[in-house]
C-alpha cells in the first residue's frame, strides 16, 4: 500500500500538527501515535496491518 505525503492541521496557537490519512475510506478507524517527540513518519508494518 502507498503511503500518502503528510498533511498539516494548523493549530489554534501557531502550531501545526503533522499527519497521515490512509487505508480503506469504509473501514474501521485505526489512530497510531509513535510517541513523542515525532514525525509523521510511517512504520510500513503498522501501516500495511491498517
Known sequence: MAVPDAL?????????????????PDGFPFVYHSGTPSAAIVDPLVWDAA
Open 8 to 24: 498539516a492541521l494548523a493549530l489554534a496557537d501557531g502550531r501545526s500538527l503533522e499527519h497521515r490519512t490512509g487505508g480503506d
